[in-house]
């Protein structure tokens, strides 16, 4: 086992946290955005999304304060592309969960032999934003 370098988890985590609640605004704007026939379904889906999100930051917060970190009160940028059909959608949010995907491998980097408690949280993560991405590329198939 290695010295977990805490400034540097901390600083991942609270990243994290940030993109995690940004994650929040766009899948709530998202769910608020759709149309056509099959809305109801991607409304519950990025409702959901947006709920999971707010989980995540939350998550990321308990353990960052509890190694005693300061949680930031600010979101990670979102843009806004003005582009609202289901697909332009899917595909932001798609962009959105690998980006995700890659901050919790950087946590991993940071993590790993330092702290079995935080490498595993950081592959339960890896984990779930991999299967975030698989589905959302299922969701994205029939419009290609």
């Given amino acids: 086992m290695r010295d977990l370098d805490q400034a540097k988890a901390i600083?991942?985590?609270?990243?994290?946290?940030?993109?995690?609640?940004?994650?929040?605004?766009?899948?709530?704007?998202y769910s608020l955005m759709v149309?056509?026939?099959?809305r109801l379904p991607i409304v519950q889906f990025f409702k959901a999304q947006a709920t999971e999100s707010l989980?995540?930051?939350?998550?990321?917060?308990?353990i960052l304060t509890g190694l005693e970190g300061h949680p930031s009160q600010k979101i990670a940028p979102i843009e806004e592309s003005y582009q609202h059909s289901v697909r332009d959608l899917l595909q932001e949010s798609l962009a959105h969960e690998r980006k995700a995907l890659e901050l919790y491998k950087d946590l991993l980097e940071v993590v790993e032999n330092a702290s079995i408690y935080l490498e595993?949280?950081?592959?339960?993560?890896?984990?779930?934003?991999?299967?975030?991405?698989?589905?959302i590329k299922k969701m994205l198939r029939d419009f290609s």
């Fill in 11 to 29: 600083e991942l985590l609270n990243t994290i946290m940030e993109f995690e609640l940004a994650g929040v605004v766009r899948y709530t704007h």
């Fill in 35 to 38: 149309t056509g026939p099959n």
């Fill in 55 to 62: 989980l995540h930051a939350q998550q990321a917060g308990e």
């Fill in 120 to 135: 595993e949280y950081a592959r339960t993560m890896i984990g779930q934003e991999e299967l975030h991405n698989i589905e």
